[in-house]
């Protein structure tokens, strides 16, 4: 494999790992779609983990600008499905620290964990392990910059885009793999797709 992994590599790692799955799912949102893909479960290993984030990290470091900023940069992520790759990235740039932020419920805003904040004027990169509806990071790029912060760039394992997923431009995006799923809202719509029962999928 190379220093850094191709799409093919990635994809078909994922795939060995278990991680992404072919069938008929339902999202939490309701979206019907024909790919399942859970990023902690390739991290379970720590080999893959490793491979993907010093993949992930070299793509960031191809940046002048980010490379120049890394002793200084904070990596911030989503609970809990960011962590693994915040933490993983974060080694191998030998960035500055990883923030992160929680929310409780579903209807409550998402919050970093207690006696951590960001600080005016910090560099942050926003990092994920799939960018796929957006509003995660959509709602910590705010919560940033609200604080103060200045958010350099984001990073994600594999950018999954659905219908509504936001266009975070002039901000640069790094991800190692991209996945166009077929997604589907109405549910009728999706029967006449796919002949297998659906799968819930919770996270």
């Known amino acids: 494999m190379q220093m850094i992994p191709t799409q093919d590599e990635v994809i078909q790692l994922l795939k060995s790992t278990g991680a992404l799955r072919t069938g008929h799912f339902i999202y939490p949102n309701g979206l019907h779609s024909d790919l399942s893909l859970q990023i ?6 720590y080999e893959h983990a490793k491979v993907l984030s010093v993949g992930l990290s070299r793509l960031i470091r191809a940046n002048p600008e980010l490379r120049a900023a890394i002793p200084e940069l904070s990596i911030v992520c989503p609970a809990t499905g960011g962590l693994p790759v915040a933490f993983g990235v974060c080694e191998a740039l030998r960035a500055k620290r990883v923030y992160w932020a929680e929310r409780e419920n579903e209807k409550e805003p998402m919050r970093f964990r207690q006696f951590q904040q960001v600080e005016p ?15 995660k990071l959509m709602e910590l790029k705010s919560m940033v910059e609200s604080s103060g912060g200045k958010v350099v760039g984001l990073a994600v394992i594999v950018h999954q885009p659905g219908p509504d997923t936001p ?8 991800a190692l793999a991209k996945l166009d799923a077929l997604y589907f809202m109405d549910t009728e ?15």
């Open 40 to 45: 902690p479960v390739a991290f379970r290993h």
């Open 189 to 203: 719509q999706a029967k006449q797709k796919f002949s297998e029962d659906p799968v819930r999928l919770w996270v």
């Open 121 to 135: 004027g910090e560099k942050v990169l926003l990092v994920d392990d799939i960018l796929r509806t957006g509003k």
């Open 167 to 174: 266009d975070f431009s002039p901000l640069p995006l790094y």
